[in-house]
Nanobody, 115 residues
Framework: QVQLVESGGGLVQAGGSLRLSCVAS????????MGWYRQAPGKQRDLVAS???????NYSDSVKGRFTISRGNGKKTVYLQMDSLNPEDTGVYYC?????????WGQGTQVTVSS
């Protein structure tokens, strides 16, 4: 089994920054992809950013140039640096780990951006 624990959400004013962290534990293999998804109220859960174990990144168009995803040295931690936040970034952010064609999810952390 794999466990993911997120931290770092909160309330911030538009234009501000937040940094999310996610620590993975359990049966983690070397080949995996970690990422962050966002679910706004009444909407589906969408990919925000992802990163492979060797550092290849992918971003949704709405966050390119504002958010940066990275992994810790031990490769079991993933970060999401969020800058220039706007109210449309509000939602629950979920950490995701995909390995052997299976998805694992964290419990989610709330990010609220006030205008």
């Amino acid at each position: 089994q794999v466990q993911l624990v997120e931290s770092g959400g909160g309330l911030v004013q538009a234009g501000g920054s937040l940094r999310l962290s996610c620590v993975a534990s359990g049966m983690i293999i070397s080949s995996n992809v970690m990422g962050w998804y966002r679910q706004a109220p009444g909407k589906q859960r969408d990919l925000v950013a992802s990163i492979t174990r060797d550092g290849r990144t992918n971003y949704s168009d709405s966050v390119k140039g504002r958010f940066t995803i990275s992994r810790g040295n031990g490769k079991k931690t993933v970060y999401l640096q969020m800058d220039s936040l706007n109210p449309e970034d509000t939602g629950v952010y979920y950490c995701n780990l995909n390995q052997i064609y299976r998805d694992y999810w964290g419990q989610g952390t709330q990010v609220t951006v006030s205008s």
